[in-house]
Every structure is written in structure tokens, then in C-alpha cells.
């Protein structure tokens, strides 16, 4: 759904003004990001913007400019509410300049993406995907420079613009409890990082995992782990996300937060000496608009937004109280791309939603059974 371009001019002017929320929060800078140690801290998180070239045209103006509010339209109250609130943004934005803008395999998306993710509320971004690379070190370079000129409050993690850079970590405060937030990719599609340039994006290494942990378990109260991770549209988790949730917990990870299968997996527990480690290991696509075809495909049109609260136990560390999942469901219709609550979502939405033309399975009662079947513990309407 496209909204006028004057209430995008709108918006964005308010963020820039008044940051995600009110919240003033900065890589290494420990700022209060609101929240109250009675009612905890309250974090959630979507999955993977994956910005296909129809997504681009539903967010194009008449006057060839770009807007994607519409994107979050029907699920902004809870991204707002959140005290903290993170999005995978899967492709890179480098701005026009670098060939245009493109969808799959090598993408490359407009600034305005990132206008609309501030104005929905969100306060982190996290980049380290495997498509980080797809316009090389300009294309790092000019979203860092967006995010640093347009969106200072607003903390970018997983790809950096110089070694100083990589060294910092993001730390936010709210509630009184300090939250780190670390982004890892397993690789970025086989395209090298530049001579000289190692520190563009972070990969997932044991030594460099480590090394960030343990400095989280120092400087942070709370860490968060999201790792972008797994086995494309597999709904199940693989060998090697398993083993890597149980370094991540072995190492001090108080909450793990998965992207990339493109598809929901499961939310299960690690327990690691008297913690409990809430790991979802795929939150599946927040927006897309693939061109695969056949049995399967409706999977992807379905994702998850992780809700969870954390505060201080008895002997004053910090804690998850509560973790839970939200379905969500993206909805592709004539000239529009948004994405609805799948509590919220009806009949005849799900009847007109044009992915039907490409995988005739999708309905309604097709993707409550999905989330039915992934999310076997149970999950919340919103």
C-alpha cells in the first residue's frame, strides 16, 4: 500500500527531528533507550527485507520518487510500542548511483527503504547479510554514509566503513539494562571482500564470535545474537545452525535471533547452565516478492516477528521473562506490497494476494497450518 507522498515527506520529517520513538541511541555510546526496570525491556524483531523489483514499484511514486511506509502500515503499533525494535534489512541500499536500483540475485535498494524503517520505530538495522557485497565497498560505504547523515540515532550493525568502525559494538541501554546486539553473515554469495577492506562486513568465526562475547559479557548486561544463518527455504533448522546456536549460548548469548532461510523455523530453548536461551531460528522474510514458482513458494510469503521481554532476576541479572512469536503475512496485491498480522489478515485478502498466481496452495487456512506446524509451542495473535 502506497501512502501519499506528502505523509512521507511528513514522517520522515518527524523522525528526523524527534529519532525512532524519542530513543537516542549510538554504537558504543550507551544511551537510555527507554523501558523501566518494573516493566522490563521489551524487544522486538522482524525478518528479511527482501526488496524484489515489484516491492520497488509498489513503493514508486507518480513522481518517480520512493516511498515504502506502506510496507508497515498494519503491524507499525507493535514495532513502536517495542523499547527496542530490530530489522534484518537483507539488501544493501547504495543508492542509485550504482547501477540503478535492482532486485535478485545482486540488489540494490533506494534510501528510501531506510526512511521508511525509521518511521516505522525501529532502532536497530542489522546489515550482515549475504548480500552486503552486492554492490562492494560503494555500496557499504554510501548506506553506512545514509544511515550516519539522515539517521544518527539509529544503530547499524554487521557492516562497517573502517577497522575503528568494526572494533566499536552496539550497545543500547533501556529499563537500566545495558543490551548489546551482535550481526553475523555466513558469507556474502562468494563475492570477496576488497583488498585492504576485511572490515566491511562480519562473518560468522568462531575467534571473532568469541572474542565479541566475552567482551559483551564485560560491557553489557544482556546480549543478543543474530546471526544470518541456514538453509534457504528449509523450514527446519540445519546441523550447522544447531551447532552454532550452542557456541553462541556456551559463550554467553542471552538471546539468539536468526534470518536468512527465508522461510519460519522453529523457537526452541538451549539451556546452558541454569539459563534458559531463547533461539528462533529463522523469522522467515518481513517483505518479499519472489519469483518462484510451484508448491512451496507460499512459505515465504509467511514470517514472524520475535517479541520478547527481559529484565533483572533476583540476583540482578538480566534475564528473558518472556519470549514469543507473531505470524505475519505478506500480501501482494494489485500495485501493492504490505504485510499484515496473520491474526489480522482475512479471507479475502489471502484470496487476492497475487503469489496465488505463482503457488495456487496459498490460502488462508494454508498458512495458519504452516505456523501451526513450525511453531508447535504455540504463538501470539499480536
Not at 54 to 74: I, K, N, T
Not at 113 to 121: C, I, R, Y
Not at 177 to 190: E, M, P, Q
Not at 257 to 284: A, M, N, W
Amino acid at each position: 500500500m502506497n501512502l501519499p507522498g506528502a505523509l512521507c515527506a511528513a514522517a520522515l520529517l518527524a523522525v528526523t527531528l524527534l529519532g525512532s520513538a524519542g530513543n537516542a541511541i549510538s554504537v558504543t555510546q550507551v544511551a537510555e533507550a527507554g523501558g523501566s526496570p518494573a516493566d522490563g525491556v521489551t524487544i522486538v524483531m522482524v525478518g528479511d527485507m527482501l526488496m524484489h523489483m515489484p516491492v520497488l514499484r509498489a513503493g514508486q511514486e507518480a513522481d518517480g520518487s520512493y516511498c515504502f511506509d506502506g510496507l508497515f502500515a498494519h503491524v507499525q503499533p507493535q514495532i513502536r510500542s517495542a523499547d527496542i525494535a530490530i530489522v534484518n534489512q537483507e539488501t544493501i541500499m547504495g543508492g542509485e548511483e550504482l547501477g540503478g536500483y535492482t532486485g535478485y540475485p545482486t540488489f540494490n535498494s533506494p534510501y528510501a527503504v531506510g526512511d521508511a524503517e525509521a518511521n516505522a520505530g525501529f532502532d536497530v538495522v542489522l546489515q550482515a547479510t549475504n548480500h552486503a557485497l552486492d554492490r562492494s565497498a560503494k555500496g557499504i560505504e554510501n548506506c553506512l554514509s545514509f544511515w550516519e547523515t539522515v539517521y544518527p540515532q539509529i544503530a547499524v550493525t554487521g557492516i562497517h566503513e573502517s577497522a575503528e568502525d568494526q572494533a566499536e559494538m552496539t550497545i543500547l541501554t533501556s529499563g537500566g539494562i545495558r543490551i548489546a546486539v551482535l550481526n553475523y553473515t555466513y558469507g556474502t554469495n562468494g563475492i570477496q571482500m576488497p583488498r585492504g577492506k576485511g572490515y566491511l562486513v562480519d562473518y560468522l568465526s568462531r575467534d571473532r564470535v568469541r572474542a565479541d562475547l566475552e567482551r559483551a559479557e564485560r560491557e553489557a548486561d544482556f546480549t543478543i545474537v543474530c546471526p544470518h544463518w541456514g538453509i534457504e527455504y528449509s523450514l527446519t533448522p540445519s546441523g550447522d545452525q544447531r551447532q552454532w546456536a550452542a557456541f553462541f549460548a556456551q559463550e554467553g548469548a542471552d538471546l539468539i535471533i536468526g534470518t536468512h532461510p527465508h522461510v519460519i523455523e522453529p523457537l526452541e530453548y538451549l539451556t546452558e547452565g541454569d539459563r534458559q536461551i531463547p533461539v528462533y531460528y529463522s523469522l522467515g522474510n518481513f517483505v518479499n516478492s519472489t519469483a518462484g514458482r510451484g508448491a512451496g513458494v507460499m512459505n515465504r510469503m509467511v514470517g514472524g516477528m520475535a517479541r520478547v521481554n527481559i529484565g533483572r532476576a533476583a540476583d540482578g541479572s538480566a534475564v528473558v521473562r518472556k519470549a514469543e512469536v507473531i505470524p505475519l503475512v505478506t500480501h501482494l496485491g494489485e500495485g501493492e506490497v504490505t504485510t499484515y498480522f496473520l491474526a489480522d489478515y482475512t479471507q479475502e485478502l489471502a484470496e487476492n494476494n497475487r503469489i496465488r498466481l505463482q503457488d495456487s496452495t496459498f490460502s488462508l487456512e494454508n498458512c495458519r497450518k504452516l505456523t501451526d506446524k513450525v511453531w508447535t509451542g504455540g504463538y501470539s495473535d499480536r
